[in-house]
Structures are given as C-alpha cells and as structure tokens.
C-alpha cells in the first residue's frame, strides 16, 4: 500500500509544472512568514479612526438608520468601510486584540494580491510568467512592508487586481461568459468599491476587457459590445449591492459615488508631503508627484520587467502589421490597468501625498508586466542561444536575491523602501516620504522601556513621553512607568520618527535611535531638565501631536 502511495505522489510531482510548484512554496512561505511578522508591525496612524468608522457602520444598521454619526465622522464618509466591518465582526467571534486581526486579516489579504497577480500572469503568459510576476510583487518593499497595516490600501489593490483577472477570464469568453467568473468579478468590484470611490476607475476596464475581444466588422462590433456589456449586467449589481452596504453614504444618493470620486480630485486638508527635498501641501504637489514616485520606489527589478513586457507588446505589434495576437492584447490590457489611473493622476493634477500610498493598487499590475517582460525576454534569448537564457536567467537570480536581503535589513520598515536611483534609503533620507505610519513605535516603545528600566526602581515613579503620532499606537506598546502625554512643553521623553524632520522640532539628549541601513528613521530624546525655552528651535514647528508627517511647518 505505501508503496502504491508513493508511485502515485512520484507520478504527481513528475506531471507538476516546476514553475507552478516553485509559485506554490513561495505563496505558502509568504503565508508562514506573514504570521510569523505580523507582530512586528504597529498600528498605523489611521486604524484607530478607521475602526471607529467601521463600528459606527454597524451601530447606523444596528439602530435601524436612525443612528447617523457616521456622516459626520470627519471625512471617513467619503470611503467605504468593508474592511473595518469585517475586521470588527471576525473580532466578535475570535477573542483576540482587534488590531492583531486586522493585521493578520489584512496581511493574508496581501498574499492574496500576490496570487492574484501570479495568477494573471499565469493565464497570459504561462506558469513562468506566473512565477516571476509572484516574485517581483512579494519582493517589493512598498507591498510586502504595507501588507500588514495599510489596512485600506492593500485590500483595495488586492481587490482590483482580483477584479483585473476575472475581467480577463471574461474577456477570453466575451460575448457569452461564464456565469460564475461574472459573479466573482461583481464580488470583487464590489470589495473595491466598499473600500474605496477610486473603484469606479476600474470601471473603465470593462470597456478595455470589451475591447480585446472585438470583432471586425462595424455591425459585428456593436453587437458584440452591447451582447458583453448586457453580460456584464449581473456583475454591476452584485457590485453595487456590496458597495451600498459597505459604503452606506453612497446609498443616500444616487450619484454619491460619482461625489465622492470627484470630491477626491479637489480634497484638501493641513497634509504636507516631501519630493526632492521640497515640501508641499498635498493640493499643491508637482503634477508628476505620483509617476516620480512609482519611478524611486518600486524596486528596479520590477520596473525594468514592466518596461520589457510593455515595450516587448508594442514591438510584436509592430512587427505583425496590426496583426495583433491575444497575449498581446491582454499584455496591453494590464498595462492599461496599470497606467490609466496614474494618467489620469497627471492629467488632473489632483492632490497627492504620502509617496504612492494611495496609487499602491497599480503596483500588482505592474508585477505582472514585469513577469511576463522577464519570460518573453528569456524566450528570446533561448531561441538565439540557450546559454544566453542561462546567464540571463542566474543574474536575475542574483538580482532578486539581493533584493531581498536589502528587505531583511529594512525589516519591519520594508515600506520605507527606495531603489538605487535616489541611492536608496539613505539617499532618500529628509528628501521624500519617511516613516509616516509611525511603524518605529513598536521598537522605539521597546527600547525606551529598557532604558527607563535602568534609570532606577521607584515603584511610584512614572515616566512621560510627548510622541509625534497618535496615541493609541503609542499605549498599545507602552506599560508602566511610561505614561503618554500632550503636553510637549513638560515631557520627559520625545518620541518621533524623522518623517518631515519631526525628530528635530524639539531640542534633547537622542537615547534611542532607530536606525536602518545606515539611516536613522527614528529617536527618543530625553527631554528631563531641560527648560521650555531651550526644547524649542528658534524657529519652531507647529506642535500638532498625533500629525507626523503632516506637520504644519512655518519652515524647516
């Protein structure tokens, strides 16, 4: 009998694609590895009011619509709150710190981008193209560090790019698909659409998803564009369905969405952000703020393998006189996803800040790209000589493998990625976008409790830190004797990252840094006998605690 066992799983594994199986072990190990780091994470600046955004979503339910406060609370109306929702219901059930489920609940969600996108390049382009797309979207630092507490950003792009795939399973199946990936593709657009008004971009896909299937002939072309968009029809409503209930302001009126999409494109409030060592107001960014950042933050491995299979489409289409194959129509079709919302990003100049935190859903698709950029590249060196494919396919070996060592330095900080055109980290340092989520917390909390510990053992002494961040984050990590406070002029610590210089509005001794490649991204400064006067520089930093990063600075 085991014998028999064992024949068979041989006879499996020799069947098993090796690209699929090496896809496979690293969805697994990314799985096993989130787990295992999804402690090193703190809260982020925004959970705590997303939370409270979410609870309010199911007290305006649970009290029959009569409880509206959750169209007052700030601007979280403008956003849907699927997230928090289900956070806050798993919470219900499991009995665990509802900040450690939603970052577990949102790191598998990341993976799950991750698969996604190997699965999208899979279809077009085969199980290489697969395997490199999962590569190049798991070793991306502004991916792999946001998994865990980017709570709106990586559920919206994991669920667009969930969306991208049915489309393309549609699209292969148009004018008459199959009723169960229209279903699946309403689901996601629908988790989109409860997370975020920018859903509606993807929208915009169908109409490209259309397009790659269309026939010649003017009369053949209208009715296969009117027998697909009816088959669409399903899809639209399931998605609305989910987005009304996710997104309950959307349900008052009927172009709310629409509102709040536009409401976007002129949304301004006391943010300032950095670019080339310039801050601005986040209404005021450089039209080019966005692309200048997919360009300094993605690593080059994925950049380049972007540009390969973009460029690699155009040129095949050149060379077959319009002729244009279906891989190629779908490679475009990804880079159309990948692409048109940075367009329209440029075109409308429309605020921006904090890097590409809110563009992060165009990053998978660009994974994609580059996994099948680096496979028609190797294809095209294997026809010419095999050797070359070899050579080409050890340096990217190598290149991914330093890449990922340069995560393990950064970690948990993997956010605060940047690629060698600005000379990394440090390169970027005081330049661009830091810390802004405040992700030092956990270990400046940690190491300050060690240095305090040391000061003495006086049961009744305690001990007061002023934190350029919010506070929950803050007395999530802390235990006695430290004590949070709001009051900066009296602290006897100072807790701040270096994000838009926060490290330097108050003078003291640094007894903490926290440091990353050479990089100091955070200190502690021991503010004890050092008089109001002296904390501050002579020319000061409006103190808004709980602001990191979105200083209202006179001048730096």
Same mark, same amino acid.
């Given at each position: 009998? @085991?014998?028999?066992?064992?024949?068979?799983?041989?006879?499996?594994?020799?069947?098993?694609?090796?690209?699929?199986?090496?896809?496979?072990?690293?969805?697994?190990?990314?799985?096993?590895?989130?787990?295992?780091?999804?402690?090193?994470?703190?809260?982020?600046?925004?959970?705590?009011?997303?939370?409270?955004?979410?609870?309010?979503?199911?007290?305006?339910? *649970?009290?029959?619509?009569?409880?509206?406060?959750?169209?007052?609370?700030?601007?979280?109306?403008?956003?849907?709150?699927?997230?928090?929702?289900?956070?806050?219901?798993?919470?219900?059930?499991?009995?665990?710190? %509802?900040?450690?489920?939603?970052?577990?609940?949102?790191?598998?969600?990341?993976?799950?981008?991750?698969?996604?996108?190997?699965?999208?390049?899979?279809?077009?382009?085969?199980?290489?193209?697969?395997?490199?797309?999962?590569?190049?979207?798991? %070793?991306?630092?502004?991916?792999?560090?946001?998994?865990?507490?980017?709570?709106?950003?990586?559920?919206?792009?994991?669920?667009?790019?969930?969306?991208?795939?049915?489309?393309?399973?549609?699209?292969? #199946?148009?004018?008459?698909?199959?009723?169960?990936?229209?279903?699946?593709?309403?689901?996601?657009?629908?988790?989109?659409?409860?997370?975020?008004?920018?859903?509606?971009?993807?929208?915009?896909?169908?109409?490209?998803?259309?397009?790659?299937?269309?026939?010649?002939?003017?009369?053949?072309?209208?009715?296969?564009?009117?027998?697909?968009?009816?088959?669409?029809?399903?899809?639209?409503?399931?998605?609305?369905?989910?987005?009304?209930?996710?997104?309950?302001?959307?349900?008052?009126?009927?172009?709310?969405?629409?509102?709040?999409?536009?409401?976007?494109?002129?949304?301004?409030?006391?943010?300032? #952000?950095?670019?080339?060592?310039?801050?601005?107001?986040?209404?005021?960014?450089?039209?080019?703020?966005?692309?200048?950042?997919?360009?300094?933050?993605?690593?080059?491995?994925?950049?380049?393998?972007?540009?390969?299979?973009?460029?690699?489409?155009?040129?095949?289409?050149?060379?077959?006189?319009?002729?244009?194959?279906?891989?190629?129509?779908? #490679?475009?079709?990804?880079?159309?996803?990948?692409?048109?919302?940075?367009?329209?990003?440029?075109?409308?100049?429309?605020?921006?800040?904090?890097?590409?935190?809110?563009?992060?859903?165009?990053?998978?698709?660009?994974?994609?790209?580059?996994?099948?950029?680096?496979?028609?590249? @190797?294809?095209?060196?294997?026809?010419?000589?095999?050797?070359?494919?070899?050579?080409?396919?050890?340096?990217?070996?190598?290149?991914?493998?330093?890449?990922?060592?340069?995560?393990?330095?950064?970690?948990?900080?993997?956010?605060?990625?940047?690629?060698?055109?600005?000379?990394?980290?440090?390169?970027?340092?005081?330049?661009?976008?830091?810390?802004?989520?405040?992700?030092?917390?956990?270990?400046?909390? *940690?190491?300050?409790?060690?240095?305090?510990?040391?000061?003495?053992?006086?049961?009744?002494?305690?001990?007061?830190?002023?934190?350029?961040?919010?506070?929950?984050?803050?007395?999530?990590?802390?235990?006695?004797? @430290?004590?949070? #406070?709001?009051?900066?002029?009296?602290?006897?610590?100072?807790?701040?990252?270096?994000?838009?210089?926060?490290?330097?509005?108050?003078?003291?001794?640094?007894?903490?840094?926290?440091?990353?490649? *050479?990089?100091?991204?955070?200190?502690?400064?021991?503010?004890?006998?050092?008089?109001?006067?002296?904390?501050?520089?002579?020319?000061?930093?409006?103190?808004?605690?709980?602001?990191?990063?979105?200083?209202?600075?006179?001048?730096?």
């Amino acid at each position: 009998m @085991l014998s028999r066992v064992l024949r068979y799983c041989r006879s499996r594994a020799s069947r098993c694609d090796p690209f699929d199986l090496a896809s496979a072990l690293l969805l697994t190990a990314l799985l096993v590895v989130a787990l295992l780091l999804v402690r090193d994470y703190a809260i982020s600046n925004d959970e705590e009011v997303q939370h409270q955004y979410g609870e309010m979503i199911l007290a305006y339910y *649970g009290s029959g619509f009569t409880d509206t406060r959750l169209f007052e609370f700030r601007n979280l109306y403008l956003y849907g709150g699927l997230f928090d929702v289900i956070a806050i219901l798993i919470g219900r059930v499991i009995p665990a710190d %509802i900040y450690l489920i939603r970052h577990v609940l949102c790191a598998l969600i990341g993976v799950g981008g991750i698969a996604a996108a190997w699965a999208t390049a899979r279809m077009i382009a085969g199980t290489r193209a697969g395997m490199f797309a999962a590569i190049a979207l798991a %070793i991306c630092g502004p991916w792999f560090g946001s998994m865990f507490n980017h709570t709106k950003d990586i559920p919206f792009a994991a669920a667009v790019m969930g969306a991208i795939y049915c489309l393309l399973r549609i699209a292969r #199946t148009l004018p008459r698909p199959r009723l169960f990936d229209v279903l699946c593709y309403g689901l996601l657009l629908g988790a989109a659409l409860g997370l975020r008004a920018a859903g509606l971009l993807t929208i915009s896909f169908v109409l490209a998803a259309i397009a790659i299937g269309m026939p010649s002939g003017e009369t053949a072309r209208v009715r296969f564009a009117l027998r697909s968009f009816v088959a669409f029809l399903p899809a639209f409503a399931i998605a609305y369905l989910i987005m009304i209930v996710a997104w309950p302001w959307s349900a008052l009126d009927l172009f709310n969405p629409i509102r709040g999409l536009l409401t976007f494109n002129h949304f301004h409030y006391e943010i300032r #952000t950095m670019l080339s060592g310039e801050s601005y107001d986040m209404a005021d960014v450089p039209r080019w703020y966005v692309p200048i950042y997919l360009g300094i933050k993605l690593p080059l491995t994925l950049l380049c393998g972007a540009l390969l299979g973009l460029l690699l489409a155009l040129i095949r289409i050149g060379a077959h006189d319009g002729s244009v194959s279906r891989t190629q129509r779908e #490679t475009l079709f990804v880079a159309f996803a990948a692409l048109f919302p940075v367009f329209c990003q440029v075109v409308l100049h429309g605020p921006a800040f904090t890097g590409l935190r809110h563009f992060l859903f165009v990053v998978p698709p660009l994974a994609v790209l580059a996994g099948i950029g680096y496979d028609w590249t @190797l294809n095209f060196l294997a026809l010419r000589r095999r050797e070359f494919a070899t050579v080409a396919f050890g340096a990217l070996v190598v290149w991914v493998a330093w890449n990922v060592t340069t995560l393990v330095r950064l970690h948990p900080y993997e956010y605060m990625f940047y690629n060698p055109i600005v000379g990394g980290l440090e390169g970027a340092q005081r330049r661009y976008e830091g810390d802004y989520w405040v992700n030092i917390m956990h270990e400046a909390v *940690g190491d300050l409790q060690t240095y305090v510990a040391g000061l003495g053992k006086d049961p009744s002494k305690t001990y007061t830190v002023a934190v350029c961040g919010e506070r929950l984050p803050f007395e999530q990590e802390a235990h006695w004797p @430290l004590k949070y #406070t709001d009051d900066w002029d009296t602290a006897d610590f100072f807790l701040a990252p270096t994000q838009m210089n926060c490290d330097r509005a108050m003078f003291g001794r640094t007894v903490v840094a926290i440091e990353r490649l *050479g990089t100091v991204i955070g200190v502690v400064k021991d503010m004890r006998g050092i008089s109001v006067e002296a904390r501050w520089p002579p020319v000061s930093i409006a103190r808004k605690p709980g602001a990191t990063g979105n200083l209202n600075k006179k001048k730096l």
